[in-house]
């Protein structure tokens, strides 16, 4: 296997890594919106007064502004990633 072939493999694998990790993250942000939409739909049927339902952008943090979100962090660690992989 010559350096170029060499090089191509790991870029192959580094993308791979990348797909993969970013797959996992779009889960874990799929199952953290049903969680969260069950809790929004359990909370509106017990009818919650006062209730208020962050929308629109939060920058990649939870409603409350105090924490980045778990997806936020994940997505983070993706691209940070990167660089080191196509270098």
Do not use: D, F
């Not at 990348?18 to 017990?46: C, F, K, P, Y």
């Not at 007064?49 to 962050?54: E, H």
């Not at 962090?73 to 993706?78: A, D, E, P, S, T």
């Amino acid at each position: 296997m010559c350096a170029e072939e060499a090089v191509n493999e790991v870029r192959r694998q580094a993308v791979l890594e990348i797909q993969r990790a970013v797959a996992a993250a779009e889960s874990q942000a799929s199952e953290l919106v049903a969680a969260e939409r069950a809790n929004l739909e359990r909370r509106l049927a017990g009818g919650a007064a006062g209730l208020t339902v962050a929308t629109g952008n939060t920058g990649g943090h939870s409603p409350t502004g105090s924490q980045p979100s778990t997806v936020s962090l994940c997505l983070l660690q993706v691209t940070h990633n990167i660089p080191k992989y196509l270098e």
